[in-house]
T-cell receptor, first 112, second 111 residues
Framework: DGGITQSPKYLFRKEGQNVTLSCEQNLNHDAMYWYRQDPGQGLRLIYYSQIVNDFQKGDIAEGYSVSREKKESFPLTVTSAQKNPTAFYLC???????????FGQGTRLTVV | DAKTTQPPSMDCAEGRAANLPCNHSTISGNEYVYWYRQIHSQGPQYIIHGLKNNETNEMASLIITEDRKSSTLILPHATLRDTAVYYC????????????FGTGTRLQVFP
């Protein structure tokens, strides 16, 4: 089946540790995105990539880093510099700017 | 960036049409309006999108006003499984590519 896979679904980390969230898609989409969602809020864009080896900051990129070495993969690292990392993280992909973006099922990160 | 305004919550009887309004008065000419819905703790599900013309698919219809400052999502025969948060979104593509989410409308479908 084609789709976007995020793993793991739940993740716990100690404060001060970096953590990497996985996002893989087999839809052959060029563009991929990372969003963050806090309770009762809409989604906010962290980073996006329109092509391999290129990515752009979104609205809340501080404390996060990404890479896009392969078309299928767009991992997100939550660094210790992110002040409030506990949140629901969603990855998405789309073929171009005029078509729908498909979302993964999300990773819920809890930092204790 | 364009913003959207939606009522925080709405109710609808099962089998009736659900009409969800959205205001996007600052939308630019080349920005699409998208609708997604999200069931608790899941990823948003795409419903429909449009630029100027009304659109219809197997899930819903999208009615966009002529001045493009507002739109309405119509679920023709709501079911209990349509209970979710519905997001009206503007996709900004000038010098970027992002879906701008608001806080959405929580639709409750009741028996």
């Amino acid at each position: 089946d084609g789709g976007i896979t995020q793993s793991p679904k739940y993740l716990f980390r100690k404060e001060g540790q970096n953590v990497t969230l996985s996002c893989e898609q087999n839809l052959n989409h060029d563009a991929m995105y990372w969003y963050r969602q806090d309770p009762g809020q809409g989604l906010r864009l962290i980073y996006y990539s329109q092509i391999v080896n290129d990515f752009q900051k979104g609205d809340i990129a501080e404390g996060y880093s990404v890479s896009r070495e392969k078309k299928e993969s767009f991992p997100l690292t939550v660094t210790s510099a992110q002040k409030n990392p506990t949140a629901f993280y969603l990855c998405a992909s789309s073929s171009d700017r005029n078509t729908e973006a498909f979302f993964g099922q999300g990773t819920r990160l809890t930092v204790v | 960036d364009a913003k959207t305004t939606q009522p925080p919550s709405m109710d609808c009887a099962e089998g009736r049409a659900a009409n969800l309004p959205c205001n996007h008065s600052t939308i630019s000419g080349n920005e699409y309006v998208y609708w997604y819905r999200q069931i608790h703790s899941q990823g948003p599900q795409y419903i429909i999108h449009g630029l100027k013309n009304n659109e219809t698919n197997e899930m819903a219809s999208l009615i966009i006003t002529e001045d493009r400052k507002s739109s309405t999502l119509i679920l023709p025969h709501a079911t209990l499984r349509d209970t979710a948060v519905y997001y009206c979104i503007v996709r900004v593509v000038r010098n970027t590519d992002k879906l701008i989410f608001g806080t959405g409308t929580r639709l409750q479908v009741f028996p």
